[in-house]
Nanobody, 123 residues
Framework: VQLQASGGGLVQAGGSLRLSCAAS????????IGWLRQAPGKEREFVAA????????FYADSVKGRFTISRDNAKNTVYLQVNSLKPEDTAVYYC?????????????????WGQGTQVTVSS
């Protein structure tokens, strides 16, 4: 599966964005899809993910209540609505995918990666 992330930008603290992850290739609904981010000088970290059946969603504690992940299998797209943005949310956001079992929080499980989209939050 090929992934393309978009929707990033420059926003003020408290603002919102909707990130999109468009997939092509194999059957999209077979994959768990996650959003992960990497800030300058920091390791890549898990942000949110949605299971292949789309009934289960998962969030890092730092974004719970502010970010919402959803998927539209008919459009082969996963969305990440990011609200109440903080300067510490500034990072390159990647969407990634894997199939099968394994912890959805484990970054090493994600086999397929998109190119990333930059989110910058000004204070």
């Amino acid at each position: 599966v090929q992934l393309q992330a978009s929707g990033g930008g420059l926003v003020q603290a408290g603002g919102s964005l909707r990130l999109s992850c468009a997939a092509s290739g194999r059957t999209f609904s077979d994959y768990h899809i996650g959003w992960l981010r990497q800030a300058p000088g920091k390791e890549r970290e898990f942000v949110a993910a949605i299971g292949w059946r789309s009934s289960m969603t998962f969030y890092a504690d730092s974004v719970k209540g502010r970010f919402t992940i959803s998927r539209d299998n008919a459009k082969n797209t996963v969305y990440l609505q990011v609200n109440s943005l903080k300067p510490e949310d500034t990072a390159v956001y990647y969407c990634a995918a894997f199939t099968g079992t394994g912890s959805i929080y484990d970054i090493s499980r994600y086999r397929y990666w998109g190119q990333g989209t930059q989110v910058t939050v000004s204070s």
